[in-house]
Every structure is written in C-alpha cells, then in structure tokens.
C-alpha cells in the first residue's frame, strides 16, 4: 500500500502513526507529494476527484480517502477491534473524538491558508478570527469533555495528537497548553509512544 502526501500535513501523519501503532509499518510506504490550495495535483487527482492529501493507494491500485476512511481502512486489514471499537457506546465516542480531532485540524489547515497562501490584500479578516474560535473551542472540549478515553491510544487519539503537533508547529503563537494541563499531559504521553516517535512531524 502507498499513503501519498506529507507528514507537515496532520491528517497524513494521522494515517502514518496508525499504521505503525497497527503493527502494519513495513505494509505501508509514503509516496512523497505536495498540495496547495489553488493546484490540481495530478498524481492525487487519478485516485481521487478531491485530490486532497491523504490518499492511500491500494496494492490494486484503488484509491482510498479521506484520512478517516483510511484509518478505518487500517483498522481492517490490521484486524485490530479496539482502534475504531465495534461497541456501539465506545465505537462513537471514539468517532466523535476522531471528528472533533478533525474538525479542529482542519480550521487549523484553513487558517494557515488564510495567514499564508492567500494574497494579502484578500485577507479575510473576520474568517481568520472564526477558524480561530473555532480552534480553541475545540481545544476547551479536548479539556474538560473527553477524560474517559484520552488516556487509550486509538484513531482519536492519535488524530488529536496529530492535531495538536500541527499546531506546535503553525500556529505556536496560540500558546494551546496555557490553562490546559489536561490536554498538555495526554500530548506529552502521546508523543513517547513509538508510533508517534517514528513519525516525527520535522
Ligand atoms: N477531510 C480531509 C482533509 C484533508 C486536507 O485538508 N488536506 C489538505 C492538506 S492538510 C489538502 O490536501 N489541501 C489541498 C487543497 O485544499 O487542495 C481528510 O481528512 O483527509
């Protein structure tokens, strides 16, 4: 199988990281490859009409998307039951983690967007102020809302580690750990495991 994309993107390291806490490192290569807003990228477009990264290409050569399909997709070919839970009450309070992970990422890629692909004199002020609130309000329920799992490793997990990675490294100037000491102690157990070691975001 090939994942293409690059790890700078967090719902590409997503899919690395589970597939080395999966057991399925040696089954999956990255097929390097850059996006950016306003390009079709052609390699990405033949395996799907989006063309966002991630994408995985099967060893038949189909592609899959998006990065929580992926994920689920991994799961299954690694026969794990507790990654994604079949159980129904675990089963999606960890889906509602992985999209709340997701949902907080990607107001993160679109404020990067707006701070750094958009010309300057676009600049939607008000949108960047918006993705903003929404980044914190996601972060404040990471918090308060989700001590029953944060301390299992699973797709929201890793997905929340991911997106908290993504923003150490775009938008430091959040300061996310002032007055989270929950969020910053999962993190920090998070980022000693080894499928997160083994893809390090730099
Ligand atoms: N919902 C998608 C989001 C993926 C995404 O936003 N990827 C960004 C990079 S982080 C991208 O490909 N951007 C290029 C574009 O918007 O055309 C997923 O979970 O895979």
Redesign the pocket.
């Known amino acids: 199988m090939k994942l293409h994309?690059d790890v700078?993107?967090?719902?590409?390291r997503m899919c690395l990281v589970s597939a080395h806490h999966l057991g399925l490192a040696e089954k999956l290569a990255l097929a390097k490859t850059g996006?950016?807003?306003?390009?079709v990228?052609e390699t990405?477009e033949r395996l799907s009409p989006?063309?966002?990264?991630?994408v995985l290409e099967t060893d038949h050569g189909h592609g899959i998307?998006?990065?929580?399909v992926?994920m689920e997709y991994l799961a299954h070919h690694a026969g794990s039951d507790d990654f994604i839970p079949n159980d129904g009450v675990k089963r999606f309070r960890v889906l509602t983690l992985l999209a709340l992970a997701?949902g907080t990422?990607?107001a993160a890629?679109s404020l990067r967007?707006e701070q750094a692909q958009r010309p300057k004199e676009f600049f939607w002020s008000d949108y960047a102020t918006r993705l903003t609130a929404r980044i914190n309000a996601g972060l404040n329920s990471l918090e308060k809302d989700w001590s029953d799992v944060m301390g299992l490793t699973n797709a929201g997990t890793i997905a929340t580690a991911c997106m908290l990675a993504y923003i150490d490294f775009r938008h430091d100037a959040l300061n996310w750990r002032n007055n989270r000491p929950k969020l910053t102690a999962f993190f920090e157990r998070m980022n000693a495991l080894p499928c997160l070691k083994a893809w390090p975001l730099t």
């Open positions: 994309g700078i993107s967090p719902f590409v996006v950016k807003p306003t390009e990228n990405l989006i063309a966002k990264v991630p998307y998006d990065s929580r992926i997701q990422a990607d890629v967007y």
